[in-house]
T-cell receptor, first 112, second 112 residues
C-alpha cells in the first residue's frame, strides 16, 4: 500500500533562517506531488505541484521554492524565512487526475 | 475559474443527529469530487471520492451525493458521534487538471 511521510512534525525557526521540509511517498511510482499551506482561519493554499522529476510548477509567488530530486521525494525550501511564512504545511500525492489525493500529517512551522 | 463554497462554515449538534454538509461549485465541468476530514493539527484524510459519472458513494455512516448539473454535493453523516468532530472539506477536480479546488471546510462539533 502507498504511504506518505512528511517531517518534521513541528518546527520553530528564527526570521531569516533557512528552511527545508521533506516529503516522501512509498508504494507508487511517478506520483503527482503537491505542497500546500494552511494558515490559521484561512483555506488550503496550493504552493507548488510536480508531475515528474525536476518539473515544478509554482502557484503563488513567494519566498519559498520546491524541488523534486527523486521520483518520490518533494522538498520545500527557503533561503530566508519571513514571519509571514508561519503556518501549517501539507504535502500530498495523487496518481492521475482521476485518482484521489492523499495527504501527509503536516508540519507546523512557527517563525519567531 | 472554479470556486467551491461550503455551507455551513461551522456546525454544533448533539450526538445522534443525522447531518448534511453542503458543497457547491461554480463550474459543472468536473472530473471528480473528493470529501476529506481534518482533525485539529493533522493532515487531511480522504473519506469519499465521487466520479463525475456517479451520483453517490457510501462508506459506513457516510454518504456523499453529487449533482453536477446544479453544482452541488452533500455529505450525509448518519447517527453522528463525538468522534465525528472535525473539519470536513470538499475538493473538486476539473477534467485535464492536476490541481483540485478546495472549499474552506465545515467545522463540525458533535457534543455528547
Amino acid at each position: 500500500s502507498q504511504t506518505i511521510h512528511q517531517w518534521p512534525a513541528t518546527l520553530v525557526q528564527p526570521v531569516g533562517s533557512p528552511l527545508s521540509l521533506e516529503c516522501t511517498v512509498e508504494g507508487t511510482s511517478n506520483p503527482n506531488l503537491y505542497w500546500y499551506r494552511q494558515a490559521a482561519g484561512r483555506g488550503l493554499q496550493l504552493l507548488f505541484y510536480s508531475v515528474g522529476i525536476g518539473q515544478i510548477s509554482s502557484e503563488v509567488p513567494q519566498n519559498l521554492s520546491a524541488s523534486r530530486p527523486q521520483d518520490r521525494q518533494f522538498i520545500l525550501s527557503s533561503k530566508k524565512l519571513l514571519l509571514s511564512d508561519s503556518g501549517f504545511y501539507l504535502c500530498a500525492w495523487s496518481g492521475t487526475e482521476n485518482q484521489p489525493q492523499h495527504f501527509g500529517d503536516g508540519t507546523r512551522l512557527s517563525i519567531l | 475559474k472554479q470556486e467551491v463554497t461550503q455551507i455551513p462554515a461551522a456546525l454544533s449538534v448533539p450526538e445522534g443527529e443525522n447531518l448534511v454538509l453542503n458543497c457547491s461549485f461554480t463550474d459543472s465541468a468536473i472530473y471528480n469530487l473528493q470529501w476529506f476530514r481534518q482533525d485539529p493539527g493533522k493532515g487531511l484524510t480522504s473519506l469519499l471520492l465521487i466520479q463525475s459519472s456517479q451520483r453517490e458513494q457510501t462508506s459506513g455512516r457516510l454518504n456523499a451525493s453529487l449533482d453536477k448539473s446544479s453544482g452541488r454535493s452533500t455529505l450525509y453523516i448518519a447517527a453522528s458521534q463525538p468522534g465525528d468532530s472535525a473539519t470536513y472539506l470538499c475538493a473538486v477536480n476539473a477534467g485535464g487538471s492536476y490541481i483540485p479546488t478546495f472549499g474552506r471546510g465545515t467545522s463540525l462539533i458533535v457534543h455528547p
